[in-house]
């Protein structure tokens, strides 16, 4: 089985600080690694599908990248609604979710 | 626009079955896939399975002999039905479609929370 080590666990930072947050999988996904938004009491977001393509309606701000087994995704600029747990998700063998990060204003 | 409601009791006992609906409005179930996902106390997250547009299903292996997952078209809802529950299937349940680019969720429901406890 493949596993995900989603990292910082936790991270706080500043309103207009660049963010980032990275997932490594055990092996090689190729390009299948999604991220997604999930605030408190709400339903999961999906932000990013296939390493890199913005979802309908996710802010600029959001990007992906990477390949093979380390990916990032980066907030350019933060904004007070971003304070979210942001989580990864690996389809490319079953499904395998990172542990998530919890990301507060400082 | 899409939407994604889980229902079904929040507590159930051991060795029981967990039930539960996801009801969806704004889009019919026979399209996409649609699938439940589970996150237990401590944030880790599990795949537990899908249906599809025309009702064909896969499961996480790990579940395979417990899990089934079903629909009723007439009310564009799908079903997850768990047997012989432990105190380990406490979480919260989402319901979930997938995108139309492959394996990614693209709406979720706001999940369920059960716990399994006598």
């Known amino acids: 089985d493949i596993q995900m080590t989603q990292s910082p666990s936790f991270l706080s930072a500043s309103v207009g600080d660049r963010v980032t947050i990275n997932c490594k999988a055990s092996?090689?996904?190729?390009?299948?690694l999604d991220w997604y938004q999930q605030k408190l009491g709400e339903a999961p977001k999906l932000l990013i599908y296939n390493t890199n393509s913005l979802h309908t309606g996710i802010p600029s701000r959001f990007s992906g990248s990477g390949s093979g087994t380390d990916f990032t995704l980066t907030i350019s600029s933060l904004q007070p609604e971003d304070v979210a747990t942001y989580f990864c998700l690996q389809h490319n063998s079953g499904y395998t979710f990172g542990a998530g990060t919890k990301l507060e204003l400082k | 626009e899409v939407q994604l409601q889980e229902s079904g009791p929040g507590l159930v006992k051991p060795s029981q079955s967990l039930s539960l609906t996801c009801s969806v409005t704004g889009y019919s179930i026979t399209s996409n896939y649609w699938g439940w996902i589970r996150k237990f106390p401590g944030n880790k997250m599990e795949w537990m399975g899908y249906i599809s547009y025309s009702g064909t299903t896969s499961y996480n292996p790990s579940l395979k002999s417990r899990i089934s997952i079903t629909r009723d078209t007439s009310k564009n809802q799908f079903f997850l039905q768990l047997n012989s529950v432990t105190t380990e299937d406490t979480a919260t349940y989402y319901c979930a479609r997938y995108g139309d680019y492959g394996y990614s969720f693209d709406y979720w429901g706001q999940g369920v929370m059960v716990t399994v406890s006598s």
């Open positions: 092996q090689n996904i190729n390009k299948y």
